[in-house]
C-alpha cells in the first residue's frame, strides 16, 4: 500500500472523527443512537432492505471467493463487498432516519459514515486498483 493512501485513508477517518465528536455531537447536540436494525421504531421496509443487501453481500463474497484460491484477487475486488455492505446500509439508515424522525437529525451520523466508506473505498480504487 502507497503511502499516499494511508496518508489519505487516516486524513479520511480524521475528519469523520471530528465531524461526529466536535460539530455533531458537541456544536450541534445532536444524539446518536444505537445502530440496530431492529429498532423498535423502524420502518419494515428499511428492515427488509437491510436485509436484501446483507444477503446480497454473502453472495457477493462467496461469489469473488469461490474463484480459485483467492491469491491472483486484487485488494479491490476483495474490499468490494464490505464497502458496499457498509456504504448502502448506512445510506439506507440514514434515509429512514431522515424521513422517520427528520426533526432529530440523527441522520447526519448515518450519511457521514456512509461518505467516510465511500470516499475511502475510492482512494483505495484510484490508488491501489
Same mark, same amino acid.
Given at each position: 500500500?502507497?503511502?499516499?493512501?494511508?496518508?489519505?485513508? &487516516?486524513? *479520511?477517518?480524521? /475528519? @469523520?472523527?471530528?465531524?461526529?465528536?466536535?460539530? #455533531?455531537?458537541?456544536?450541534?447536540? !445532536?444524539?446518536?443512537?444505537?445502530?440496530?436494525?431492529?429498532?423498535?421504531?423502524?420502518?419494515? @421496509?428499511?428492515?427488509? #432492505?437491510?436485509? &436484501? !443487501?446483507?444477503?446480497?453481500?454473502?453472495? &457477493?463474497?462467496?461469489? *469473488? @471467493?469461490?474463484?480459485?484460491?483467492?491469491?491472483?484477487?486484487?485488494?479491490? &475486488?476483495?474490499?468490494?463487498?464490505?464497502?458496499?455492505?457498509?456504504?448502502?446500509?448506512?445510506?439506507?439508515?440514514? !434515509?429512514?432516519?431522515?424521513?422517520?424522525?427528520?426533526?432529530?437529525?440523527?441522520?447526519? @451520523?448515518?450519511?457521514? /459514515?456512509?461518505?467516510?466508506?465511500? #470516499?475511502?473505498?475510492?482512494?483505495?480504487?484510484?490508488?491501489?486498483?
Amino acid at each position: 500500500m502507497h503511502s499516499v493512501t494511508i496518508v489519505g485513508l &487516516a486524513v *479520511i477517518f480524521a /475528519a @469523520y472523527f471530528l465531524f461526529n465528536g466536535i460539530y #455533531l455531537r458537541k456544536k450541534r447536540s !445532536i444524539k446518536m443512537l444505537p445502530g440496530s436494525i431492529f429498532l423498535k421504531d423502524r420502518n419494515v @421496509y428499511g428492515i427488509l #432492505l437491510e436485509l &436484501a !443487501i446483507f444477503a446480497g453481500f454473502v453472495l &457477493a463474497v462467496v461469489a *469473488i @471467493y469461490m474463484k480459485g484460491d483467492g491469491t491472483e484477487i486484487s485488494l479491490i &475486488a476483495r474490499i468490494s463487498p464490505f464497502a458496499a455492505l457498509f456504504f448502502l446500509q448506512t445510506l439506507v439508515r440514514g !434515509i429512514g432516519e431522515w424521513r422517520s424522525h427528520r426533526e432529530e437529525e440523527r441522520y447526519w @451520523y448515518e450519511w457521514s /459514515a456512509s461518505s467516510t466508506v465511500f #470516499l475511502a473505498f475510492t482512494l483505495l480504487l484510484t490508488m491501489e486498483g
